[in-house]
């Protein structure tokens, strides 16, 4: 039973067209035998019942309770008792503000051309065939309605019936704006009415009275339209009705609000952006929600019903909705996305002034040269670890290491105060690869570090403060995880021969991959800093076209390298 029931109401749905020209086909038989006869009152009953198989608003398959079934059989049956003329004119008003609130909906133009012929043929019966017959038959010409209701009317359903329009029409969402049905309706009985007071007014007949009030009210329509955005000065009536819909107590402003806390609330662009437009799918009219934006997409709720997409500057928002949207509903949309991609610009210039200020204040504070001092603190420690395990004599090794490591200390100190006194003339130093890497494992011979090689042969020189930087800031992070894990082995490697290249390794615990994330970019929040030295160092590297980057990161393998930065391709 239930499986005959659906088919019968996708039966119905899919063959709409044919449901409504049967419906106006009935229509019109009832007009040629009348209302008062019994068998008009049967074909109204079937009217009746083959507009509750063709209305829009509710569908077809759905169930319906007994109380239901009552109240609509009730209905049937006093529209019955009471037919008249007078109620067939509201009837048929009423399907024609139904037809008119549809007709704007459909983007096929032989679709659009289906339902106007309808408009056309409702509006044509009501005014030359429904309205003559209940005006006295002295002020209507005899047969002219009757004419028309048997050859002329009757030709629009062919034309309807050969439109191919059928899987358009299907394909279409069932909407009904009330809005514009509304306003037909009303339209119409301005000029039923205004017909009828002018045979009265002007004491003509009613095709003459009917002439004159179409006149009359294309007139006042016309000065509508004027009034309505005049350009002489003043706002018109258009600004009048924008801000009466701007002072509506619509959910829109609750959705404003809780922008606003989470404006205050959440400091990263993308959080903020989320966050927001999850608040914005409990809207009545909204299913759910997909957005766009350099670097980041998401959705949230359901990807069901009509799909309409705003964009404002870096921000594409895609709107799913259960209908498609009204012109106002897409203007409130449109302002809401526009408030929405201005605030999370503005995040990201905020985020992007709060890294410029974390350089500025590196710069400002010597960061730099604190490092500097740091290390050359921490050769100064190598050296007084290597003076307490000598004895009174001083051996040839220490000495040694004196004259080799003194030198360099007061020559790396002597920079250190020239970059204090003209930080912007800080030049690029270079030594050879060998000195340097014999100078590194004698500062950290004491350290328990792993070198390899021990030695190196060539003359190749390298940028000595790129390299002195990055391997001591390196060393001094692997160096510092001991004291949660003393067994920790930590290792270095150096090579030459396809350009210079420093890698270091412990075995110790993985970086948290939201601190690995950021790490060299930004400054960071972790357990021994902020990461400043390291991002220091990443961009030391940048200036002399290295790179400085994790090469692994797990668990008993974490290793950083330092080396030149690979050739972007040329462009073909």
Known sequence: MTLGIST???????????VLLGLLGLLHLLLLQGIHSGVGRTLLVVHIGLFILWQPFVR?????????????????????????????????????????????????????????????????VLLFVLVPQVLPSSLVLSGEYVFLAKYVLPALFPVMALLPVGQEVESEAEVVDFVYSAFIFLLLAVLVLGSISAMLLINRGYFESLFVTMIVLSVVLLLLAWAWNPRLGF??????????LMSLGLPFERWLHELADTLQREDQPDKFLARSLESLIRLPWVNGCEWRAPGVAGESGRREGQRGEFQHGLLTLAIHSQQPLSPALTWHFDLLVQLLGEFYEAKLRAQELQQLSYVKAIHQTGARLTHDVKNLLQSLNALCLAAASEGDTPSAQYQALLRRQLPAISQRLQQTLDKLRRPELEGAQFLPAAQWWAGLQARYAQSGVLFSPESIEGGLEIPVTLFNSAAENLLENALSKRSEAPALQVSIAFQVQD???????????????EVAQNLFRAPIVSKVGLGIGLYQAARHAEFYAYELKIASNEAGRVCFVLERKAAEPAAA
């Open 499 to 513: 350009g210079p290249a420093l890698k270091v390794c412990d075995d110790g615990a993985a970086i948290p991959a």
């Open 235 to 244: 706002a018109g009536l258009g600004m009048l009705f924008s801000r009466y």
């Open 60 to 124: 077809a398959e759905q169930r319906l309770s007994a109380l239901q079934l009552l109240v609509i059989a009730s209905l049937v049956a006093i529209a019955t008792w009471w037919a008249s003329n007078w109620m067939l004119i509201g009837w048929v008003m009423a399907l024609a503000g139904i037809i008119g609130g549809k007709v704007f909906f459909f983007s096929g133009r032989t679709a659009k051309l289906f339902y106007l012929l309808v408009l056309t043929y409702l509006i044509s």
């Open 8 to 18: 019968f109401a996708h039966l119905t749905h899919s063959q709409r067209r044919w």
